[in-house]
């Protein structure tokens, strides 16, 4: 009987080894292992793990019953997805890492060792990723701060500036009242009870120290008791000396003179020629005027005649001249000092008065309704009160017209201050408007409209403008009538701005580079001033003044260029070099100007 292997062995072929032996039976064991596996070996089966048609139909998976599955499936289920809802999220854990950089007691060294410590190549590439995204996003938060807090920061500062002279004038008020007890002549280790008393008793004290001074100026000034009597409350301000009186038509001096300021008038007095030797030179009183008949005019100063002020008195006109330009500044500062205070004492006054008559004849009084109800007002008792002064005529509109005068006077000059432009603009053309009916106005609005003209010269002239404050500053002083003095500055402050940067530029040694920055900065800056001028000058007739400048500025950048390209021991390619440059720049300012001219 023949084996399995012997059947094999017959039908793909004999083999010599069959034949010269006969196997035994482990040997036909082993054979019979070897010929499986290289049958499996040799087998091909089919690609069943490549991706099927569309058009199989492959069938669904079946399901398993409750009964038929095993106990844990569900269980291990269940914690899998457990575990995939608790996986944080990259945006988690970039919120994470962002708070924690943000603590304040963050330890940057301690964070780096853990992150390198437990983290592998991948994971600090994009920690690396994203400390680099938060750095850029910090910056950019940075900068939209700084813009969005740039106009806060200076209104701030203008603030800050305000507050700071505030300070400073509270700081001389401060000194002041420490000194007061000084110049009542009040102890400073007086109890509390004797500066009660020393309180109640100061208007007597004033009142006998201005006897004394008015008792004294009597005694020394000669005929002063004429033109000054003793009244109360009148007092002497200053006494200068130092002052020439000049011939009115000649200016020769005459002789000098001593001005003695009152609260209420100015008294001069000369000093009398000694008749003899043994006669002293006594004062004599010349002239005296009331405060608020006079009027004090400052005169420019010439080559013959410095120091010189005149005082005019109704058709009168008197010169005279002070030593030094300080002595004439002070003098006229008290002049002015004293008409201001005297002025604003007799407007309370008037309104004191006022007061006083209109709740006379409002029927408002005790008497009145004592009386009780009576008739208005018959018509002869209108008549009565014109003839007495007391309706509302002249003197109430008069009065009316001072007290708004004032108002008014006191909310521009703070607007001014406060560095209002717009507001302080407007007051000043409403004044204007206002002039025909007020012609009082005209005293207060003129000085205040050159202080504001000035202050908005000077705001001007700021080197560091930017083009909407020079247009809106330029278009206020056009609107009070200034347009003269914003061209002159505007174009001063941009020549000193252009000399600036030019001194700014550095010179390495290389003549081209120094060429090229020079004439970028030049024809950069005549470029933007032609812009921000045509732009704030409407009118065609002004642009005279502009060219003239673009002018004067291209005559500097060429005497620069001379000095340095046509110097000895240049080339001719650096000349070259050069003026290809100049010509590449000034490209800018030709088409611009041809741009205006067309348009």
Same mark, same amino acid.
């Given at each position: ?27 036909? &064991? ?38 038929? &599955? ?171 000396? /130092? ?77 005279? &001249? ?40 409002? /029927? /408002?009084?005790? /008497? ?137 530029? &550095? ?93």
């Amino acid at each position: 009987m023949e084996s399995l292997r012997s059947k094999a062995s017959v039908s793909k072929g004999p083999k010599p080894v069959a034949k010269r032996s006969k196997p035994d039976k482990n040997n036909a &064991r082993t054979s019979r292992v070897d010929d499986k596996i290289k049958r499996r070996m040799s087998a091909r089966y089919a690609n069943i793990s490549s991706p099927t048609s569309a058009n199989a139909s492959v069938p669904s998976v079946p399901t398993i019953s409750l009964g038929l &599955r095993e106990p844990g499936l569900g269980v291990v289920r269940e914690q899998d997805e457990v575990v995939q809802k608790q996986a944080p999220s990259k945006e988690d854990i970039r919120a994470a890492e962002n708070k924690l950089l943000d603590l304040d007691e963050f330890n940057p060294d301690a964070y780096l060792k853990l992150k390198l410590a437990n983290s592998t190549e991948a994971e600090l590439r994009l920690l690396q990723s994203s400390l680099q995204n938060s750095k850029y996003e910090v910056a950019a938060d940075l900068q939209r701060n700084v813009f969005k807090n740039y106009a806060q920061f200076v209104f701030i500062s203008k603030e800050i500036g305000t507050l700071e002279n505030e300070l400073m004038e509270l700081k001389e008020s401060l000194s002041e009242w420490k000194s007061m007890p000084s110049v009542l002549h009040i102890e400073e280790s007086a109890s509390v009870a004797d500066r009660r008393r020393n309180v109640r008793s100061s208007v007597a004290d004033l009142r006998v120290l201005y006897a004394n001074q008015m008792q004294n100026l009597h005694a020394q000034i000669e005929g002063s008791a004429k033109f000054v009597p003793t009244t109360p409350g009148r007092h002497v301000i200053a006494e200068i000396d /130092g002052i020439s009186v000049l011939n009115a038509a000649t200016y020769k001096p005459i002789s000098a003179v001593r001005f003695v300021l009152l609260d209420d008038a100015v008294l001069v007095a000369r000093r009398r020629r000694r008749r003899n030797a043994s006669e002293s030179d006594k004062l004599v009183a010349d002239r005296c005027w009331p405060l608020n008949e006079m009027l004090v005019l400052d005169t420019k100063d010439t080559a013959t005649l410095v120091n010189v002020f005149k005082v005019k008195h109704g058709k009168e006109t008197h010169v005279y &001249r002070t030593d030094s330009a300080a002595e004439k500044k002070n003098l006229l500062s008290q002049f002015r000092h004293v008409a201001e205070e005297l002025a604003t004492k007799r407007r309370k006054e008037r309104e004191g008065e006022h007061e006083r008559r209109k709740s006379l004849w409002a /029927g /408002g009084g005790r /008497g009145l309704d004592a009386l009780g109800d009576v008739p208005p007002a018959l018509d002869w008792m209108s008549d009565l009160a014109q003839q007495a002064g007391m309706s509302d005529g002249k003197n109430e509109k008069a009065e009316r017209d001072a007290r708004w005068i004032g108002d008014f006077a006191d909310e521009l000059t703070a607007a001014i201050a406060l560095r209002e432009w717009d507001k302080a603009v407007d007051l000043v053309e409403q004044g204007q408007a206002k002039l025909v009916t007020v012609p009082l106005l005209a005293a207060k609005l003129t000085p205040l409209t050159a202080s504001l003209t000035s202050a908005l010269v000077q705001a001007l002239s700021y080197p560091h403008n930017h083009k909407e404050a020079v247009k809106k500053l330029i278009a206020l002083l056009i609107r009070l009538d200034a347009n003269a003095a914003a061209r002159t500055t505007f174009l001063a402050a941009r020549t000193e701005t252009a000399r600036r940067l030019v001194r700014m530029i &550095r010179f390495d040694g290389h003549i081209g580079t120094y060429i090229s920055d020079l004439a970028i900065t030049i024809f950069t800056i005549i470029k933007h001033t032609a812009d921000w001028f045509l732009a704030s000058f409407k009118e065609n007739e002004v642009a005279s003044s502009f060219i003239e400048w673009a002018k004067s500025q291209i005559e500097t950048f060429a005497e620069m260029f001379r000095i340095q390209v046509f110097s000895t021991g240049v080339d001719q390619t650096v000349i070259d070099e050069a003026l290809m440059i100049t010509h590449n720049q000034s490209r800018k300012v030709r088409t611009l100007l041809c741009d205006k001219t067309n348009s």
